[in-house]
């Protein structure tokens, strides 16, 4: 055998993981157990079968009605017409004269950057940071703020905390919370699903060993979460199956029963807070005549008034970790459960001492609680933008469908600019955002949407030019996060398949072509990138006494591991020790249980101080006009969307649809059975799935994870808006609230039944219809 035909192995990274990629004869065959990973995610297994396979975009495309009539409002041609191939230079050419009739006519504001998601773990290769500076070269455009992981957090926390990603990254390590932490209440469940994932890349798995082991130390866990599973079964957690969105009305009864029995800690909320007094005056209802007691959070939450007395009083005789899921933001009213946890953590008195206090989404990621020094590396520059034109992220349809209106963000108010080209590298707005049919509907409107991707998803359907950009595997790159103790360089491991380019390239294509060039590339190539890169790493690395090998001897093993921190991180000790030195950010250098700048932004729902709303959709309503709730959470067998297609993925669903969970008690009063074909449906849209009948649910709610690929049916098909499982047809597309306006997805009520119409089947993962230019 020849050495270009012999069976070879790479190494690379991923948001999910570090691999060996073993390839034979050029094709990617295997995706092996990086060796310093003990506990890897099967998540990546899944691109090996789909790399190559018929769902791969070779050829840039264009959607025959764009190219045949020109820019224009689609009129739904989006997602339904068919696509012609075209040559690279042919398309470059329709690009970039798109670009300057849109630049010229209207201004780069007229520009959106789309651009959202985990593309890529390297950092060079990063589609989001590669077409910001792009379109940063040739005049700007209209972004986004925040991101939909966690928005309302985004925001919130820096005015109660002074900051929001060193609160995150900084929280206590499980090993300290394995020797420290009596009782770890988890409001939303800490799901190692989750775990699997961290943006910038995973090097080692930590999450299901830190909590296995603090468990088996004696740690009680209390799993807050309409879910059983979001907590790992083998922690013998007590399950506190609450109305889904009712954390804030229980964590208002707890901070109730901790004044009425006299067991918050006054010195600390003295010392180290402020605005309690305005939190006090509204939970013993002096403000607005309810006291917000036990009695009052059953109401809100189905949970008994004795139970949450207990668990408030578990909490206060001994040392307490309050975790936070990042899903508690993406609700109605998401800016609430963080601030009203916070409150509580500060009346226990814990913060800042080892295995007590809060933490924010142990298990959203890998790197969350796990003990690390993160390397220090670089980015790519994305230059200045001088558009000033923006939108908070989950806004999109919004922006689309209301140019000229207003809207109101953070103390802000802006303007919807009039959108008249979307230009998308990375992401996939038919995964992450909500009420689809509604958005669908909205894509209709730009004159033309641009896409890079490298597979037939809906994304890549919905596009008027398709650009088919080459994989994490074809291309060489450096993994680094600062959320992770791994450097890695990623070795290209297959050719990109057909005629499919790296985001870089087909920038510094259209850069050519627009006279932005120089602007763009800086005259130097991927590898050329590369060395820049793992030198500024180098030296950062070097003033943070991190010793980093040459570039070569880098590239020779593939990897670098950071020690072992000297000290425990535990969240929030430097200013529990020093309060004056060490004051926080906000204006006051304290916890501010109570802001007076969010008070000063005049928005009833968000007054500055922890606050209960009902939702607009919950379980707690009195009509709430559909009966069941519906939790669309992260899955647990794909990042997002990503590799939904591979065979991972595909093996987990149902008759090839998304499997949804149904309580029994819920499930026999519809005749549902397991694997049944169900409808689920609101005033929104409805789409097909197949049951999963268990008690992992409470009654009342269904578990229907994200990441189906949205598959709305031919045109003409009614009663069904994916045909797939995509819970995004169901959800809410409202913001929070005026102050951090982040997606509220997981208040939303259902119906299901089973599905007795024409089975219609699934072209999820089927290509659309193709001819050649010719």
């Known amino acids: 055998m020849t050495s270009e035909h012999a069976s070879r192995a790479t190494l690379t990274s991923s948001h999910w993981g570090t691999y060996r990629v073993h390839t034979k004869n050029g094709r990617v065959t295997e995706l092996e157990r990086f060796e310093r990973d003990e506990d890897p995610s099967p998540i990546g297994q899944g691109i090996v079968d789909v790399l190559d396979g018929p769902t791969r975009i070779k050829k840039p495309m264009v959607r025959r009605g764009w190219l045949e009539n020109g820019p224009g409002h689609a009129e739904g041609g989006r997602g339904t017409e068919e696509f012609v191939e075209v040559s690279w230079p042919r398309v470059i050419k329709l690009v970039v004269d798109e670009l300057n009739r849109v630049r010229g006519c209207y201004g780069n504001q007229a520009i959106y950057g789309g651009s959202y998601g985990w593309s890529s773990a390297g950092r060079f290769h990063h589609a989001q940071s590669q077409l910001k500076r792009f379109l940063n070269s040739i005049g700007g455009y209209t972004y986004s703020l925040n991101t939909y992981s966690y928005a309302a957090a985004e925001v919130t926390l820096p005015y109660v905390l002074g900051d929001f990603y060193s609160m995150v990254n900084g929280a206590t390590s499980w090993d300290v919370i394995k020797e420290n932490t009596g009782l770890f209440v988890a409001f939303g469940g800490a799901p190692v699903r989750n775990g699997q994932v961290t943006n910038g890349g995973v090097g080692r798995h930590v999450q299901r060993q830190g909590m296995l082991e603090a468990a088996a130390n004696g740690m009680q866990v209390v799993n807050v979460s309409p879910l059983r599973s979001d907590v790992l079964e083998e922690m013998d957690a007590d399950w506190l199956a609450i109305y889904p969105g009712s954390d804030v009305a229980l964590l208002l009864g707890i901070a109730h029963t901790l004044h009425d029995e006299k067991l918050a800690d006054a010195e600390f909320l003295s010392t180290y807070t402020v605005g309690y007094e305005r939190f006090r005056q509204y939970f013993l209802g002096e403000t607005d005549g309810v006291v917000k007691d036990c009695a009052w959070a059953e ?105 000229g209106k207003q809207f109101e963000y953070n ?168 309060p004056a030195g060490n004051a926080l950010r906000t204006p006051s250098g304290k916890i501010e249980i109570f802001s007076e700048t969010v008070a000063g932004f005049g928005y009833e729902e968000c007054p500055g101080f922890p606050f209960w709303n009902d939702p607009k ?67 929104r849209g409805a789409c097909l799935c197949s049951a999963v009948v268990s008690d992992e649910v409470r009654p009342g709610v269904l578990q229907l994870s994200t990441g189906a690929w949205f598959d709305p049916p031919p045109p003409g098909v009614s009663g069904v808006s994916c045909r797939h499982g995509n819970p995004n047809v169901l959800t809410r597309d409202e913001g929070t609230s005026r102050l951090a306006q982040g997606p509220s997805a997981l208040s939303c009520l259902v119906e299901i039944e089973r599905y007795s119409g024409e089975i219609i089947a699934s072209d999820a993962f089927s290509p659309p219809v193709i001819s050649n230019e010719g």
Request: proline share 6%; hydrophobic share 35%.
């Open 299 to 403: 109401r809100k939450t189905g949970m008994a008034a004795a139970r949450i007395r207990n668990l408030a009083r578990n909490m206060a005789r001994q040392r307490t970790m309050i975790s936070v899921s990042w899903s508690l933001t993406r609700q109605d009213n998401g800016e609430q459960p963080y601030w009203a946890a916070i409150a509580v953590a500060s009346m226990l008195g814990q913060l800042g001492l080892p295995g007590g206090g809060i933490g924010f989404g142990y298990s959203a990621m890998n790197a969350i609680g796990a003990n690390y020094q993160g390397i220090p590396g670089a980015a790519l520059p994305q230059g200045k933008n001088p558009v000033k034109s923006f939108i908070p992220v989950a806004r999109i349809t919004d922006l689309l469908l209301n140019s």
């Open 617 to 683: 959709e919950w379980l707690g309503q009195e009509n709430p006009g559909y009966p069941m709730h519906l939790i669309s959470n992260q899955p647990k067998n794909k990042l997002h969307s990503q590799l939904d297609h591979g065979s991972h993925s595909r093996k987990s669903k149902i008759n090839g649809r998304e499997p949804v969970v149904i309580h029994p008690e819920d499930a026999k009063a519809r005749n549902i059975k397991d694997n049944s074909l169900v409808r689920l449906f609101n005033g």
């Open 411 to 578: 103390g802000m108010t802006g303007t919807y600019p009039d959108i008249k080209l979307v230009y998308w590298a990375g992401g996939n707005p038919f995964h992450h955002h909500q009420d689809l049919v509604r958005m669908r509907a909205a894509w209709q409107k730009p004159d033309t949407v641009i896409v890079h991707e490298w597979c037939w998803n809906a994304q890549a359907k919905h596009a008027d030019i398709v650009l088919p950009a080459a994989t994490f595997l074809e291309r060489n790159d450096i993994a680094s996060s600062s959320r992770d103790p791994f450097l890695i360089y990623m070795q290209k491991a297959a050719e990109p398949a057909g005629q499919s380019l790296s985001d870089y390239e087909i920038f510094s294509k259209l850069a050519e072509e627009l006279g932005a060039r120089e602007a763009f590339t800086e005259g130097r190539d991927e590898n050329q990138w590369l060395k820049v890169f793992y030198d500024e790493t180098r030296e950062k690395a070097g003033d943070s006494g991190i010793d980093l090998p040459n570039f070569e001897d880098f590239k020779a093993k593939g990897w670098f591991e950071n020690s072992m921190p000297k000290e425990p991180q535990i969240l929030m000790k430097a200013f529990r020790e020093d």
